[in-house]
């Protein structure tokens, strides 16, 4: 898998956040869901992309758990939703392409097999886990859907 070393500067985010479980295949469903009420609610809020629009979808750990947080990048208050600060550094930039239910597979390679083959070391004691931005490249279930996948580094080996 192909991937490119960058920095990012502190950015913040606008979004709702939901706890997953600890089966891949329950939080495929949990994250669709998810990603079906945050839509829904950025119609009821009236929320309107521009051109260039941007979707996160950030996975975190906090104290053993695992959560997921669904945003889009903070302008103005939403009513409930939260913001949040994702801290700039040195990040890993995957490439995911395909179609959607195939992403769970990449990230699964990216943890598995890349990173440990990899020169780089991964900050073990981090909240973000790592986050997936989706922009217009974005196409749902064609196969030359395009999700960038970022995952914060500590260091080059």
Same mark, same amino acid.
């Given at each position: 898998? %192909?991937?490119?070393?960058?920095?990012?500067?502190?950015?913040?985010?606008?979004?709702?956040?939901?706890?997953?479980?600890?089966?891949?295949?329950?939080?495929? %469903?949990?994250?669709?869901?998810?990603?079906?009420?945050?839509? /829904?609610?950025?119609?009821?809020?009236?929320? %309107?992309?521009?051109?260039?629009?941007?979707?996160y979808?950030?996975?975190?750990?906090?104290?053993?758990?695992?959560?997921?947080?669904?945003?889009i990048?903070?302008? /103005?208050?939403?009513?409930g939703?939260e913001?949040?600060?994702i801290?700039?550094?040195? &990040?890993?930039?995957?490439?995911?392409?395909?179609?959607m239910?195939?992403?769970?597979?990449?990230? &699964?390679?990216?943890?598995? /097999?890349?990173?440990?083959?990899? /020169?780089?070391?991964?900050?073990?004691?981090?909240?973000?886990?790592?986050?997936?931005?989706?922009?217009?490249?974005?196409?749902?279930?064609?196969?030359n859907?395009?999700v960038?996948?970022?995952?914060?580094? %500590?260091?080059?080996?």
């Amino acid at each position: 898998m %192909k991937y490119s070393i960058l920095e990012k500067e502190t950015f913040t985010v606008s979004g709702l956040q939901i706890k997953l479980s600890t089966s891949q295949r329950k939080n495929f %469903k949990i994250i669709t869901q998810h990603w079906q009420n945050f839509n /829904n609610e950025l119609k009821i809020n009236k929320i %309107k992309f521009k051109r260039n629009w941007l979707k996160y979808g950030i996975t975190k750990k906090i104290n053993g758990e695992y959560f997921y947080l669904i945003a889009i990048p903070y302008e /103005n208050d939403i009513i409930g939703f939260e913001k949040e600060e994702i801290k700039g550094g040195t &990040f890993i930039c995957f490439e995911h392409t395909g179609k959607m239910d195939l992403i769970k597979s990449s990230i &699964f390679d990216i943890y598995k /097999n890349v990173i440990p083959k990899c /020169n780089f070391e991964v900050e073990i004691n981090r909240t973000m886990m790592h986050y997936e931005q989706y922009d217009h490249r974005f196409l749902w279930n064609n196969s030359n859907s395009i999700v960038e996948i970022y995952l914060p580094i %500590k260091s080059i080996k």
